[in-house]
């Protein structure tokens, strides 16, 4: 069982930048295929944010495209977004999820169906 555990969110105005923080209690190289940070605003579906794995690829939405940035940090197990030009429609509650029962192809980086583990989510208001 891995657990997940969100940090950085809050309440910024449009235009500034957050950093979210993902702490695992595995080790990512020994466990995960793929981090990802997922997002659900009030009445929408989830949506994939940003999506790294271990071997090396990378996944971003069109919406964040040149804004966000996702790292992994395999000595301290944590997952981090850096979020910049932050705009209202950024405003959700932001998910952790960790995929580490099976292999996934580049298509399938953003599905939220194929990600195993959650963390609790941590919530992003950006106001203009």
């Known amino acids: 069982q891995v657990q997940l555990v969100e940090s950085g969110g809050g309440s910024v105005q449009s235009g500034v930048s957050l950093r979210l923080s993902c702490a695992a209690s595995?080790?990512?190289?020994?466990?995960?295929?793929?981090m990802g940070w997922f997002r659900q605003a009030p009445w929408k579906e989830r949506e994939g944010v940003a999506t790294i794995c271990n071997y090396d690829s990378t996944k971003y939405a069109n919406s964040v495209k040149g804004r966000f940035t996702i790292s992994l940090d395999n000595t301290e197990n944590t997952v981090a977004l850096r979020m910049n030009s932050l705009v209202p429609e950024d405003t959700a509650m932001y998910y952790c999820?960790?995929?580490?029962?099976?292999?996934?192809?580049?298509?399938?980086?953003?599905?939220?169906?194929?990600?195993?583990?959650w963390g609790q989510g941590t919530q992003v208001t950006v106001s203009s």
């Open positions: 595995s080790k990512f190289t020994d466990i995960m295929y793929c």
């Open positions: 999820a960790a995929a580490a029962d099976h292999f996934l192809d580049y298509a399938q980086l953003l599905q939220s169906n194929e990600y195993d583990y």
